[in-house]
């Protein structure tokens, strides 16, 4: 096996064969043209961007088969381990099976969500104390700013994970509806995060938002940012679309959408809003870039453009995105806490139509990023009341997941520690929204720390938390063995305590008049007892996920072994055997009950075979 | 779908493609020079048109399942 | 302990504990959050609402948690026990309690954040203009009835004052904490931003929204003086020759701060 033949390796190279080829690509139009000077280094790089972007997909194998389909070449679905080659090697590859292809995004996600939290824990070190100690502006605008994308594309990678992985195992699925498109899917986010992280090279500084004129007069990191994001957005739309249709129309018999595992209502929620939303961020970048580029000023006052402009477009779809942030892990809470209740899930249609409820209520509240930005007045009121609304199925949520563990036989594995921890979070999140929400008191915190504790909470009881929830309940499913529960319950009693901490100081020191963004703060303002408390908790925060990447790869060599379903779930993929084989439902399943029936004797959910005449 | 009318649904795939990027030329220009946004809006829904129809192929929501 | 899950009980203890709670979360929550000091009518209007934002926290918060803690306690299984909860699969009534009651308090704090905004927002008949430009990284700010010039913002206490805001180059935001409210200043358009300052004293103007390397710094002083100490500051300003504007590049101090 040479290192040649992980696809990875070849991505890479033609990233870089085709980042120089987009490079000549300018240079020599430029020439032909008659544009001076022949070498501007910001088209230049973008040239490069773009097309390194297409050759690491042409490197990594993932347009090949429809390639090969243009020149009327048949491309069977390869099933398996590569021939001739470790079994390892199809995760560094193209690879069309979907829980190949979900370990690939969690794995990828687990990744970024390192780096982006190194780029917080530098900066976090940095505002311990008042004065510079080891940042200077310039580079910790830059390191902020890398922050937010860089977790941000870490969530929309985990959140491919578990949906990828799990969705067909939960309807008893052979594969996705399109398992070539969902490998393109997974691979245009690599070429994405290298993107990204080269944006480093020159730096940017608007932070995740990058306002113009701000982001349009700045250095030449922002293109990298817009382009990685246009990236990761083009994932992110092909994903869901294959998420939908599989949703829709792979159900076995039996399988109504009110008999489906709830987890699947809430990534298709999930889906619609990444389908149709993601397109305008996709856009509006694409403006900033093309402002930068060629001058065309949709957002320059002086040509007759309006940066306002811009904050409606990037916020009609970062709004709903945040909503893609946190349904998939509320989806998670609702699917393990019955199983640790030994209860069925409390109003599962309620909950499964809140989950659309703040799919569609959630495209209407954009503006109320926007209070201060300038708007028109009439505006604020609407969106005041809109945003409001969308705590009312949120609250349902909260209320259903009380009424599952109340009367129920509780148990406490580390699994359902984090769907505790999740909803202690996301309450501290979501109750810190309403006063966010009405605009009179929005016009005080807008923009100071507050907001950021706002966030923070809701993202880490939305998607963090129940991200960490999944991996260690399907851990066992995944890999046939168990995780070191000791060292799971650590993890967790290190991580969530620091997490309220993290999430009080931050709301407090953005009441005592801590802004966001903010390279050094005046000591005068009182606010550094609470940033050095912040800081504190960030690092124990990190030494705890260190602390559970230790345990998942330890255990996957030394575990105790599972067995089909250590957790007695009713749910089809607990049903079949750990680790899952490659084929992963020998023959198709039929359902015949409800999924959340605990506490019926002898009552079945999935049948393992399908239904014959003879069991009329 | 066979082969050959596969390979030649490409080739016509890649025209579309073609003729949508000429467009947007088209469209930059008119919209430097003539500043008409009538005439902007017209190049644009033709290029929403032909992406609905040959990219999406909007027409087979009424065909019987399983045609073309 | 009771075992029925159903037991009026267990809603009687929990529903003890969950008013008790909420009394200690406002006060905790206030002790937490502490607002600066209220230097505006603004001020006392967008506190007062704060206050009751905090109470429902205080109370929403409580509810969830201690109904989660209970359940954790008293529902947990024993070690051996491998039989399954009781079997609730919903109720209707609850439901729709558990829809319609946050519904109304939606609107009622709608009512109250209108009513708010509105207040703090309204005009005024007599209200000092001043006219300001944020530019990377300071601020500059006119007087047009005196055309005085002015590096730092004095204004008269009790005095409703109005900032009609532009920028030169990025957006960058007009926000004194203890006047509480805050207003972006946006290239090619102007903003406005009211408050009426009810407490002498020296404060500062800080940018609100990331403009670049000195975001961090872009603040600039800002005094409210009794209203003969205002008049004075006027004329010894319009008295001294102001200067013309420098073109002011980015981070240098324009020469109107001399006086």
Redesign the interface.
């Known amino acids: 096996m040479t290192l040649w033949s992980l696809g990875l390796v070849r991505g890479v190279v033609g990233q870089i064969v085709g980042f120089a080829a987009g490079m000549l690509l300018v240079i020599v139009s430029r020439l032909l043209f008659g544009l001076d000077p022949v070498w501007n280094e910001e088209p230049a790089l973008v040239g490069g961007i773009i097309i390194g972007s297409i050759g690491f997909l042409i490197g990594v194998g993932a347009l090949t088969d429809w390639f090969q389909w243009m020149r009327g070449i048949e491309t069977p679905l390869h099933h398996g381990p590569p021939h001739g080659r470790p079994a390892w090697t199809r995760y560094f590859g193209v690879d069309y099976n979907h829980k190949v292809i979900g370990i690939q995004y969690g794995v990828t996600g687990i990744i970024m969500l390192g780096i982006g939290g190194m780029f917080a824990v530098v900066f976090r070190t940095e505002l311990a104390a008042s004065g510079f100690q080891f940042l200077d502006?310039?580079n910790y605008?830059t390191y902020l700013s890398m922050h937010g994308w860089a977790a941000l594309v870490a969530i929309l990678l985990g959140i491919g994970g578990m949906a990828n992985y799990l969705v067909p195992l939960m309807i008893g699925a052979e594969d996705m509806a399109f398992p070539r498109l969902n490998a393109f899917a997974y691979w245009i986010n690599v070429p994405g995060l290298f993107t990204l992280l080269m944006s480093l090279g020159y730096g940017w500084?608007?932070?995740w938002t990058v306002?113009?004129?701000?982001s349009v007069?700045?250095p030449v990191g922002y293109q990298f940012t817009f382009w990685a994001v246009f990236l990761v957005g083009l994932s992110s739309i092909l994903g869901s679309l294959n998420l939908i249709v599989t949703i829709l129309r792979m159900r076995p018999p039996g399988m109504s959408l009110f008999r489906m595992p709830i987890f699947v209502w809430a990534v298709f929620a999930t889906s619609l809003i990444q389908l149709t939303a993601t397109q305008f961020i996709g856009q509006a970048f694409l403006m900033l870039s093309f402002e930068r580029l060629l001058g065309m000023g949709f957002f320059?006052?002086?040509k007759g453009g309006?940066?306002?402009l811009f904050q409606h477009l990037f916020w009609f779809y970062s709004h709903p995105a945040v909503y893609i942030f946190v349904l998939p892990g509320l989806g998670i809470i609702s699917e393990i806490l019955p199983v640790f209740?030994?209860?069925?899930l409390?109003?599962?249609?309620?909950i499964a139509l809140s989950s659309i409820a703040i799919a569609l209520v959630g495209f209407l509240v954009w503006g109320h990023h926007m209070f201060?930005?300038?708007y028109g007045?009439y505006l604020?009121?609407p969106f005041?009341?809109s945003t409001?609304?969308v705590?009312?199925p949120t609250?349902?949520k909260?209320?259903s997941w009380?009424?599952t563990?109340?009367?129920?036989?509780?148990?406490?594995p580390t699994p359902m520690l984090f769907v505790?921890g999740a909803?202690?979070v996301f309450?501290?999140g979501g109750?810190?929204g309403?006063?966010l929400a009405?605009?009179?008191?929005d016009?005080?915190l807008?923009?100071?720390y507050f907001v950021v504790g706002h966030f923070h909470a809701t993202i880490f009881g939305g998607f963090v938390f129940p991200f960490f929830a999944a991996i260690y309940f399907w851990y066992p499913k995944i890999t046939g063995r168990m995780y070191d529960e000791t060292l799971g319950k650590i993890h967790f009693w290190l991580m969530t305590p620091a997490f309220w901490v993290m999430s009080?100081g931050q709301?407090?020191v953005g009441?005592?008049?801590m802004?966001?963004?903010?390279?050094?703060?005046?000591p005068a303002l009182g606010v550094e007892f609470g940033h050095l408390l912040v800081t504190i908790a960030g690092f124990t925060i990190a030494f705890s996920v260190l602390l559970m990447i230790y345990n998942l790869l330890h255990s996957a060599e030394t575990g105790r072994v599972a067995g089909n379903n250590p957790w007695?779930s009713r749910s089809p993929e607990w049903q079949i055997p750990s680790p899952v084989p490659e084929h992963s439902y020998a023959s198709p399943i039929t359902v015949v009950g409800?999924p959340?029936?605990?506490?019926?004797p002898n009552s079945t959910y999935v049948r393992m075979a399908p239904l014959t005449a003879a069991d009329d | 779908m066979n082969n050959s009318a596969r390979t030649k649904a490409y080739g016509r795939s890649a025209m579309i493609a073609l003729t949508l990027a000429v467009l947007t030329i088209i469209e930059f220009y008119v919209a430097i020079s003539l500043d008409s946004a009538i005439f902007l809006m017209l190049i644009a829904l033709f290029k929403a048109v032909i992406v609905v129809q040959a990219y999406m192929h909007v027409s087979r929501l009424w065909s019987p399942e399983g045609e073309h | 302990m009771p075992k029925?899950?159903?037991d009026i009980r267990h809603f009687i203890i929990a529903g003890v504990l969950v008013a008790i709670a909420t009394v200690l979360m406002d006060l905790l929550l206030k002790a937490?959050?502490?607002?600066?000091v209220q230097g505006s009518r603004q001020a006392q209007?967008?506190d007062q609402?704060?206050s009751w934002?905090?109470t429902?926290?205080a109370f929403?918060?409580s509810l969830?948690?201690v109904?989660?803690l209970y359940?954790?306690f008293v529902?947990?299984?024993s070690a051996d026990?491998?039989?399954?909860?009781?079997?609730?699969?919903?109720?209707t009534t609850?439901?729709i309690a558990?829809?319609v009651i946050?519904?109304i308090v939606?609107f009622v704090?709608?009512f109250f954040?209108?009513r708010?905004?509105s207040?703090?927002?309204r005009a005024a008949p007599d209200e000092i203009a001043v006219n300001v430009t944020g530019f990377q990284w300071s601020w500059l700010f006119e007087y047009p009835d005196s055309g005085i010039v002015s590096s730092e913002l004095v204004l008269p206490v009790d005095r409703p004052a109005r900032m009609d805001m532009t920028a030169r180059?990025?957006?960058h935001?007009f926000?004194i904490?203890e006047m509480?409210?805050?207003?972006?200043l946006?290239?090619?358009?102007t903003?406005t931003l009211r408050f009426t300052p009810v407490v002498t004293g020296e404060y500062s103007v800080?940018?609100?929204?990331?403009?670049?390397?000195?975001?961090?710094?872009m603040?600039a002083p800002v005094r409210i003086v009794e209203q003969a100490e205002y008049e004075q500051w006027l004329a010894e300003r319009s008295a001294s020759a102001a200067p013309a504007l420098a073109n002011t590049d980015a981070g240098a101090e324009t020469d109107a701060q001399s006086n």
């Open positions: 502006p310039a605008n500084d608007g932070g306002y113009p004129p701000l007069l700045g320059d006052p002086n309006a940066p306002i209740a030994r209860k069925p409390f109003g599962y249609r309620w201060t930005s300038g007045e604020r009121v005041m009341i409001l609304l705590a009312v609250g349902v909260f209320f009380l009424g563990m109340w009367g129920g036989k509780l148990s406490f505790l909803i202690s309450l501290i109750l810190s309403p006063i009405t605009t009179a008191t016009l005080f807008h923009d100071t009080i709301m407090s009441v005592m008049g802004r966001r963004r903010i390279a050094d703060y005046d007695r409800e959340y029936d605990y506490g019926i | 029925s899950a159903t937490l959050l502490p607002m600066p209007i967008i609402l704060t934002h905090l429902l926290i929403l918060f969830v948690v109904i989660m359940s954790l529902f947990r299984k026990d491998e039989s399954e909860g009781a079997h609730f699969e919903g109720n609850l439901e558990w829809t946050p519904l939606v704090f709608g954040g209108i708010a905004l207040d703090v927002t180059d990025v957006i935001s926000w904490p509480r409210v805050k207003q972006d946006v290239p090619g358009m903003t800080d940018c609100a929204e990331l403009c670049g390397l000195s975001h961090y710094s603040v």
